[in-house]
């Protein structure tokens, strides 16, 4: 038998169905290479106890005779944002070390539900905040790529998983681009969903107007397996959407098949299109972009002028909301106690545990919040970034009028060094250039590989753009373009990450 590990989550299901391969033998595949590969990577910040005898009962059922979903006993990997019951959920923090839910997030839920085997979950940045996964209150992550390089953040943990073959399929959440920026850099897929397309609940929350929870795989059609799984309303998160969704395994394999890009129209951004763009990763674009056009594609450029104020918009946005929801970590309730000497008040113990419990990158964004909500500067930002907001929206409402979807690079750069930008906030932060406008929008983003850059040899992501509860044409193109990059280049990015030492 080949190596489990490298089957797609589709190959593995497939396996599954005709029993050719039992849940417990892929489990302890992905479970074996957890243990060979994650001293080095960091993935993962707490592992799965009872994985084995989650998959033995999924085999049993199976072998009943019973009626199971398409990913009945395939594993996963959880970001450590999202509640479990049976594993601790700390968000990255130490304010939060050793605490496990009283119940599990709903795509947690429906997860289980679908008979899917949680292997553990996956290492981030503090409270989401972070692009680089170096802001973890417990480790960092490595770039199974070169693992001198940062997997991207703040879900570098699930995507270093997928990449590095220890989990076929992941759950990451989605702000600024934590999804897309660690798919871009570790050569993976990464979906960002319509703003309520799936549940919140259960999420800990850093925006709460910008958090999204979407999948990471290795394949288009592997999202969009775990996209179905999660997508549908909620009525314990009050801002999900009671919508019908289309099939998003039908649109991937309708992409698939499709002959022609004939009469799609594809929006090419200017204002993504920064200055600081690395040249390998403008050349693949650039390639991208040709390969549309050579299959029929229309490529039309779109003036978004109201971008260029997006990374400053959404560091008000998000620091404000961020300070509002962390005010619930204060020693009183839940979580780290920090308890000073003498004879402290409330206050003193909150102090002393919101210092302690709180890394710096999360004390600088709650101060910069808490300030932009203060009382004579709400309106000079926080309301002014709101406004800038709906004209970023209006951009976007605009530019579907002319295409049925927009592209850009997922990031102006490859992955870059651990700890290069460490001492340089304002430079981590205008990497989420590309990605940040989706989030303000609330409308559905993908990041798949597009190739590898010719200067270092990592991976590039081409980023797709798609109006609000349209997430099927994602998959759709998504899986177009995978097709024509895998006979271009004889094999998918995701085939050939090199094997960690």
């Known amino acids: 038998m080949s190596d489990i590990t490298r089957w797609s989550a589709s190959e593995l299901s497939g396996a599954l169905a005709s029993r050719d391969v039992s849940s417990v033998e892929a489990t302890k595949a992905h479970i074996e290479q957890i243990d060979r590969t994650d001293a080095v990577l960091g993935s993962f910040l707490a592992r799965a106890t009872q994985a084995l005898e989650h998959a033995a009962a999924i085999d049993a059922r199976r072998a009943k005779g019973e009626v199971l979903g398409p990913l009945a006993g395939v594993p996963l990997a959880i970001k450590d944002v999202l509640c479990t019951t049976d594993m601790v959920t700390t968000a990255g923090s130490r304010i939060l070390e050793g605490w496990i839910p009283p119940y599990d997030a709903t795509v ?48 570098g943990g699930s995507a270093s998983a997928v990449a590095a073959r220890q989990a076929p399929l992941a759950l990451g959440s989605d702000t600024g ?12 897929v990464g979906v960002k969903p319509t703003y309520g397309g799936v549940s919140r609940y259960g999420v800990i929350a850093l925006a709460s107007s910008l958090d ?3 999948p990471v795989s290795r394949t288009v059609r592997d999202s969009a397996l775990l996209h179905d799984v999660i997508v549908g309303h909620d009525p314990h998160d009050s801002t999900s959407i009671p919508t019908p969704w289309q099939s998003m395994v039908a649109a991937a394999d309708a992409g698939w098949a499709a002959e022609s890009l004939a009469g799609v129209r594809v929006g090419v951004v200017a204002q993504l299109q920064t200055e600081g763009i690395q040249p390998g990763v403008k050349q693949r674009f650039d ?12 490529i039309i450029d779109i003036d978004a002028p109201h971008f260029e104020y997006a990374v400053a918009a959404y560091y008000l946005i998000l620091p404000a909301e961020a300070s509002s929801n962390l ?7 839940f979580g780290l106690r920090v308890t000073p000497e003498g004879n402290p008040t409330v206050e003193d113990v909150m102090s002393a545990t919101r210092d302690r419990g709180f890394g710096d990158e999360v004390k600088r964004r709650i101060i910069l919040g808490t300030y932009a909500l203060s009382a004579g500067y709400y309106d000079a930002y926080y309301g002014k970034a709101q406004r800038v907001r709906t004209l970023i929206q209006r951009d976007f409402a605009q530019a579907f009028e002319k295409v ?5 690079p997922s990031t102006p750069t490859t992955a870059f060094p651990l700890g290069d930008k460490l001492d340089d906030p304002l430079a981590m ?10 989030n303000l929008a609330g409308i559905p983003g993908m990041s798949l590989p597009m190739g590898l850059a010719p200067e270092d040899g990592m991976p590039v992501g081409l980023q797709l753009m798609a109006p609000a509860y349209e997430d099927h044409r994602l998959y759709s193109l998504g899986a177009t ?21």
């Open 108 to 155: 947690v839920a429906k997860i289980r539900a679908a008979g899917m085997i949680p292997l553990g979950k996956t290492n981030m940045d503090e409270f989401a905040m972070g692009s680089s996964t170096e802001h973890s209150g417990y480790q960092v992550t490595r770039n199974p790529w070169d693992v001198t390089k940062a997997p991207g953040g703040s879900g």
């Open 177 to 188: 681009g934590s999804i897309r920026q660690p798919a871009a850099f570790t050569g993976t």
């Open 212 to 214: 999204q929870v979407g």
């Open 287 to 298: 390639e991208a972009l040709a390969l549309m056009a050579a299959q029929g594609a229309e």
């Open 327 to 333: 005010a619930k970590f204060d020693s009183v309730r």
């Open 404 to 408: 049925d979807v927009l592209v850009s």
């Open 429 to 438: 932060w205008a990497g989420d250039l590309t990605t940040i406008p989706v």
């Open 481 to 501: 373009l995978e097709r024509l990059f895998l006979e271009r280049d004889g094999s998918l990015v995701s085939q050939i990450v090199p094997e960690v030492a």
